[in-house]
């Protein structure tokens, strides 16, 4: 029983490169959690403001809504790993300017937002190439192992990273947090130096408008793909309150305790990972994505209403069990179904999906906090409201529903296969006769 329910570690025993990509974003991972605490407890501090630090969202949000899909179309026609290198450099340069800026006499709260922006940028062009990446190193039958692996890696980040964070901010000065983040960057640019090439796909389209729309149409196509992102659009949306976390640990217990809050959705998504071997034998993704998205909201109304520091910890760590549980079937969906000539613009509409709505969360969160229903009463109703879109996407969406994750693979392949034999065609109409 145990075995059918543990983690299956068969991608790092195969596949080298696949151990590197691991390891190096493991690390990277981390450190990047520290700061995602620091900064939000950063603007806070200088501003003690709720919808101030909401605004990190909507910062966040406006160039990703781009570079999303700039990201994606150039991940299906350059070398992957060349991207994700590439963007692992711009981030190691824009955590240096934050230790900088943490050391200054008077830190500047407008270089927070620009930095938060560029962050933004700098992930929408190389999060689609990471994630199209992956896929081309381990076998397809292993994907759901991978993406429980993928999971686990960041769910320990995001367990020790804000925990970490908690204890250095109430302890040291932040620019020696700032300095932690940018020394694991060391880390996973050696990683991915040893990673071998992955070249995209032959005939791979140019990237440009038409290349981005084709991607588009393909998504609107596939009622599965649809569900997967509009049911995360509205968990996060109505349920993602981390803009409220450094006032709630103030009521709770204060800013010691703020790194507790960020963790506590990691511990159960930990739990929900070491036990995913269940996933596997598990075919109604849809189904699952929908129930896993309406449990995060029911656990999120525990956390408005407890006010208890133990019971909003279980409510968040029950949340986070939810959320993982959620996101490791859509990742199946997408890495098992979703052609290879695709999978990088694919990857940007995904990233949109699982990032927009946490960062107009925050907003939402924010602006809620400020009226009459305060930071609890933000957070309660939105998780009402996302039980609820729950039900209304159930009711509008029943192919998702009903999806049956066994003809998956079996449709990529014929898509690969296709775009193949079509590209073979081309490239033969294409050579002068002698």
């Known amino acids: 029983m145990s075995k059918r329910l543990g983690l299956d570690l068969s991608p790092l025993r195969t596949s080298r490169d696949y151990r590197l990509v691991f390891t190096g974003g493991a690390v990277t991972a981390f450190g990047s959690f520290i700061s995602y605490v620091t900064i939000p407890y950063q603007v806070a501090k200088l501003t003690d403001d709720p919808l101030m630090v909401g605004l990190l969202g909507v910062c966040e949000l406006v160039p990703l809504l781009f570079m999303a899909f700039v990201g994606g179309a150039l ?13 692992e450099f711009a981030l190691a340069g824009l955590s240096g300017i934050l230790l900088l800026n943490a050391l200054s006499d008077r830190p500047h ?3 927070l937002y620009v930095i938060a922006a560029l962050t933004a940028c700098v992930d929408g062009l190389q999060r689609p190439a990471l994630e199209a990446m992956v896929p081309r190193l381990v076998e397809p039958e292993q994907l759901p192992a991978v993406m429980a692996l993928q999971s686990l890696s960041m769910q320990i980040a995001q367990l020790g990273g804000p925990a970490l964070a908690g204890v250095l901010i109430s302890a040291i000065d932040l620019s020696w947090v700032y300095a932690f983040d940018l ?10 130096t040893f990673v071998r090439a992955v070249p995209p796909p032959p005939a791979a389209d140019r990237p440009s408008i038409r290349s981005v729309v084709t991607g588009l149409r393909y998504a609107r196509s596939r009622p599965e ?3 997967t992102y509009l049911v995360d659009i509205n ?6 309150p981390t803009a409220l976390y450094p006032f709630l640990a103030t009521q709770l217990g204060g800013p010691r ?12 998504s930990l739990i929900a990972t070491l036990t995913s071997g269940w996933t596997a034998r598990a075919h109604r993704h849809g189904l699952m994505v929908l129930v896993a998205g309406a449990l995060w909201g029911l656990g999120i109304v525990g956390v408005g209403l407890s006010h208890t520091l133990w019971l909003t910890l279980f409510c968040l760590a029950f949340a986070g069990a939810a959320d993982m549980v959620s996101g490791i079937f859509r990742a199946i969906v997408w890495s098992q179904t979703i052609p290879d000539h695709l999978r990088g613009r694919l990857a940007g509409i995904e990233m949109l999906s699982y990032t927009t709505g946490p960062l107009l969360g925050q907003l939402r969160s924010g602006l809620m906090a400020r009226t009459r229903l305060g930071v609890t009463g933000s957070i309660w109703l939105g998780g009402v409201l996302c039980i609820a879109g729950s039900a209304v996407l159930a009711a509008a969406l029943p ?3 009903r999806y049956d994750g066994k003809d998956g693979p079996a449709r990529k392949k014929a898509a690969d296969e296709a775009w193949l034999a079509a590209s073979s065609s081309r490239s033969t109409a294409s050579v ?3």
């Open 75 to 87: 991940a299906d026609y350059v070398d992957r790993r060349l991207l994700v290198r590439g963007g």
């Open 109 to 111: 709260l407008w270089l």
């Open 183 to 192: 020394l694991t960057f060391a880390v996973s640019l050696t990683c991915l």
């Open 225 to 227: 793909l649809l569900g």
């Open 235 to 240: 968990a996060m949306f109505f349920g993602m």
């Open 257 to 268: 305790i703020l790194g507790l809050l960020y963790a506590a959705p990691s511990v159960g």
């Open 399 to 401: 192919q998702f529903v």
């Open 432 to 434: 002068p006769s002698p």
